[in-house]
């Protein structure tokens, strides 16, 4: 939704700024959609399809803010927003101790020792 808007709350980015937020948004995407039991079980091929998903959103995005006055089309920021979908997404699903910190649970049951 931001993203149509013409004018963002958020402070003027320099380029190198504005492709990490790019890329770390678009990071955070692919580690929600791979968390998701059904995707993660399919293994290399659930990652190869959030990254193609996520990719094409990024697209998609980008072509939708070329008809919001004020915003531009950039191929740097798909650019930025696919190779955060590939690294979070690789780093996810090979990286068993980030796994494990994201999928650590406060319950009561979890935390018993029998």
């Known amino acids: ?6 004018h963002l709350a958020v402070p003027s980015f320099d380029f ?12 955070l995407l692919a580690t929600a959609v791979l968390r998701i039991p059904r995707i993660f079980n399919k293994g290399w091929r659930g990652v190869c399809i ?11 995005d ?18 930025a927003d696919t190779l955060g979908a590939i690294i979070a997404s690789i780093v996810y699903y090979k ?17 018993r020792s029998d």
């Open 16 to 27: 190198s700024y504005d492709k990490l937020a790019h890329l770390l948004v678009f990071g």
């Open 62 to 79: 980008e072509y939708r803010q070329s008809f919001t006055v004020g915003r531009a089309v950039e191929l740097d920021d798909w650019i």
């Open 50 to 60: 959030t990254i193609a998903l996520l990719s094409l959103y990024g697209a998609l």
């Open 95 to 111: 990286w068993h101790y980030y796994r494990r910190l994201l999928e650590w649970s406060t319950s009561a049951k979890s935390q």
């Open 1 to 6: 939704m931001a993203s149509s808007t013409t």
